[in-house]
């Protein structure tokens, strides 16, 4: 299954982000920056207007000046969600691999058609401890809010660690 346009632009950025921010691996708060840049819809998406928005890109501006210094070095594995076989994707952190593999998931339960950016979006919002969310809840957006499934039901979260299951 191809990626649209905007996700395979994310993607691109979120790899040119972490390179100058010194990251070993592609975050899941690389991928939601990017993804907010390349993707009018996800921007869209977002509850509570520009003002949220603008708020959103700030925190994550401020990664590689404050408030993500503390991820530094430290490879983002939230253990929320279950892991990927030993060795993961190289480049990756394993809860950006596991978003990437559940936004093509969503994609396939929709249909025929690329990976969307809000496919990644929704994706990046199931796991509660990964960074994307983080940034999210901080910047005030429900990020639980934003688990939708395509058609009937939602994506919920699993608090057993097990990953999401349609409801």
């Known amino acids: 299954m191809p990626l649209s346009t905007e996700?395979?632009?994310a993607v691109a950025g979120a790899r040119r982000r972490a390179l100058r921010d010194g990251d070993r691996q592609i975050d899941t708060a690389h991928l939601l920056h990017s993804l907010l840049e390349a993707d009018p819809e996800t921007r869209l998406a977002l509850p509570g207007g520009p003002d949220r928005?603008?708020?959103l890109?700030?925190?994550l501006v401020q990664r590689s000046i404050g408030y993500g210094l503390?991820?530094?070095g430290r490879v983002e594995d939230s253990r929320a969600l279950p892991l990927l076989p030993e060795g993961g994707v190289p480049g990756w952190s394993p809860a950006a691999a596991i978003a990437m593999g559940e936004a093509y998931a969503r994609a396939a339960v929709r249909g025929p058609g690329p990976v969307e950016g809000l496919d990644l979006l929704?994706?990046?919002a199931l796991d509660p401890r990964c960074r994307a969310v983080e940034v999210l809840e901080r910047s005030g957006i429900d990020a639980e809010g934003?688990?939708?499934r395509p058609g009937a039901g939602r994506w919920v979260r699993s608090h057993a660690g097990d990953?999401?299951?349609g409801a």
């Open 7 to 9: 996700v395979a632009a």
């Open 70 to 72: 503390r991820w530094r």
């Open 57 to 59: 890109l700030g925190y």
């Open 122 to 124: 929704h994706a990046l």
């Open 53 to 55: 928005l603008v708020r």
């Open 163 to 165: 990953g999401p299951v």
């Open 146 to 148: 934003l688990c939708v």
